[in-house]
């Protein structure tokens, strides 16, 4: 068995503990210093702490803090430190370290003094702290670093009656560059936008982003609302402008909320919620535009969350209703089908509009469920018409991205037993616009089920002419824009005869809607449209009046 080393002399110790890379004291229980380790002289000697004269712990916490702790604090940090056994921690800043101290007593004996050099510890801390408070793609401050910088503001404000605004900013026409072109050139324009939004601020304002493409400006310094409206100008404008990323010249837009302060709140969460209702004020009103704040919007929203959490019970509550607009054949003069229309009677409100709630029901997603309700109604009514007549149902964007518009065709076909024959889709360009190969596909399958397709409002979109070659559609419906345009404008007789020549040339039926006075009527006749819809005819019937509408109107045979 090896012999077990003696006990190393105060000397030889020392030289062992003056290799160890933290520093190390030692105090017997008078206060004298019996051990001081060179890498402890070596981090406190520049600021001239001799701590071989030390005296007592009380005279090194002193020493070490005396412009941090009253002579009454040091003495209560102590006592703790004996009686709980716990050390005493704190850190020291010297010039350029950072120094951990750790004072331990030793019970009978004195002190144990722990010294750490911390600064390379504290730097990796400062600079991750640092990166968890910027925006990786762009270097902007995120949401974390723009609360700190508003919680600052709201105090300069409080203090000095400083005032700042919050303008919040939404990139127009930024998703079908990442949908065309792929995220790598949607990053790239993102760092383009900072960097043109880090260019229309002064040094003491805060650019940030917090969303994919939602950044946010804290304007400080704000003398009067013309400073805010001035930037609030410049980033509609400099956003706007043409941009070169990859080879690909990419144009965008910008649409800015603004909230002042203090006049539209003293609270952080309150100005980024009222620059939200301003900014959704300005994507209303066209987009690339700015909007202030304004009181009214508040109530408006309020209003609009009212609207939407009864329109979520309308359904279970059965308030929607069906109403039908006759059609009618120029030739035979005989009614051949109806378009379904949506009607929302409310307890409270009475009829709404569907001006009023279509629009909303589309933006937040209500418009696939109450669709596919429009669809499995119109197919039990119509079902109980005169054969052969038909019902037309406008299907929405939505409807067909949800994936499940065949099958619930084929299952209201279905449970109701109306022929597939009897029933029509009516689209808009703005189907067509979205993921065209997958919607072609779906309207083939429409076809196939016999099912005809019809393309509505036609000629109010850019590339109507295009979409017709694209897919065989089975009817045009002339905008009903065209048709009040007859009496008033020139060339509304030219525009109605260009079309219905299209159509029979396509071997296209076309309806003109909007029919509402017999001039109109006749001049459509002339020109060559099939079939016409419009208060001429009839205005929208509720399905209970139906049958005494067709029997005074008898169907086609």
Same mark, same amino acid.
């Given at each position: ?141 995120? /949401?974390?670093? =723009?609360?700190? *910088?508003? $919680?600052?503001?709201?105090?300069? !404000? #409080? ?5 700042? @605004? ?114 959704? /004020?300005?994507? =209303?009103?066209? *987009?690339? $535009?700015?909007?202030?704040?304004? !009181? #009214? ?5 309020? @209003? ?128 067509? !616009? ?124």
């Amino acid at each position: 068995m090896a012999a077990v080393p003696s006990i190393l002399q105060p000397s030889s110790l020392l030289r062992y503990l003056d290799c160890v890379r933290h520093g190390f004291l030692l105090l017997d229980h008078t206060g004298r210093v019996i051990v001081c380790t060179a890498s402890a002289r070596s981090l406190f000697d520049r600021v001239g702490a001799a701590f071989e004269s030390a005296t007592s712990a009380r005279h090194l916490l002193r020493v070490l803090r005396g412009d941090q702790l009253s002579r009454r604090e040091i003495f209560r940090q102590l006592r703790t430190a004996r009686e709980q056994g716990a050390p005493i921690v704190f850190e020291v800043a010297l010039p350029d370290h950072t120094v951990e101290v750790e004072l331990a007593h030793v019970p009978g004996k004195g002190w144990a003094v722990t010294l750490e050099d911390v600064s390379t510890r504290k730097a990796t801390e400062a600079r991750a702290d640092e990166m968890a408070r910027l925006d990786p793609l762009t270097g902007l401050p995120n /949401r974390l670093m =723009l609360r700190e *910088r508003l $919680t600052e503001a709201v105090t300069r !404000l #409080e203090r000095t009656g400083e005032a700042f @605004a919050v303008l919040l900013i939404d990139l127009d026409r930024f998703k079908p560059v990442n949908d065309t072109l792929g995220h790598p050139i949607g990053d790239a324009l993102l760092e383009k936008v900072a960097d043109r939004l880090r260019s229309t601020v002064r040094p003491t304002d805060t650019v940030a982003r917090i969303g994919g493409d939602e950044f946010v400006i804290l304007q400080t310094g704000v003398r009067e609302a013309a400073d805010t409206q001035a930037l609030a100008r410049r980033v509609v404008d400099l956003i706007g402008r043409t941009y070169m990323v990859d080879g690909h010249l990419l144009t965008i837009g910008a649409s800015v909320g603004a909230a002042l302060a203090p006049g539209d709140g003293v609270e952080a969460d309150k100005l980024l919620k009222n620059a939200d209702l301003a900014l959704y /004020r300005a994507k =209303l009103d066209g *987009r690339a $535009t700015y909007r202030f704040f304004q !009181l #009214e919007m508040d109530d408006r929203m309020q @209003a609009r969350r009212r609207l939407e959490l009864d329109m979520r019970q309308a359904l279970a509550r059965r308030e929607f209703q069906l109403h039908y607009q006759p059609q009618l054949q120029l030739e035979s003069d005989r009614i051949i089908g109806c378009e379904a229309l949506i009607r929302w009677r409310h307890p409270d409100r009475g009829m709404v509009s569907p001006l009023d709630f279509i629009p909303l029901a589309e933006e937040i997603g209500l418009i696939v469920p109450i669709g596919e309700w429009v669809i499995r109604q119109a197919c039990r009514d119509a079902v109980t018409w005169p054969a052969p007549m038909s019902v037309a149902v406008n299907v929405s964007p939505a409807q067909f991205k949800s994936d499940r518009l065949v099958e619930t065709i084929i299952s209201a076909l279905a449970s109701s037993g109306l022929p597939a024959t009897r029933f029509e889709v009516e689209i808009t360009e703005g189907v067509l !616009l979205q993921e065209s190969a997958k919607t072609l596909q779906t309207l083939h399958r429409l076809r196939e089920l016999g099912v005809r397709v019809s393309m509505d409002d036609f000629g109010t979109g850019y590339s109507s002419l295009s979409y017709l070659r694209s897919f065989p559609f089975d009817k045009i419906k002339i905008d009903r824009s065209f048709v009040k345009d007859l009496s008033g404008k020139p060339d509304g007789d030219a525009i109605i005869r260009a079309i219905a020549g299209l159509g029979k040339s396509l071997g296209m039926t076309t309806i003109a809607e909007g029919v509402e006075t017999a001039e109109q009527m006749q001049r459509i006749r002339a020109e060559g449209c099939t079939d016409v819809q419009g208060y001429l005819i009839s205005k929208p019937v509720p399905a209970e009046d139906l049958p005494t509408f067709f029997a005074s109107h008898p169907p086609q045979a």
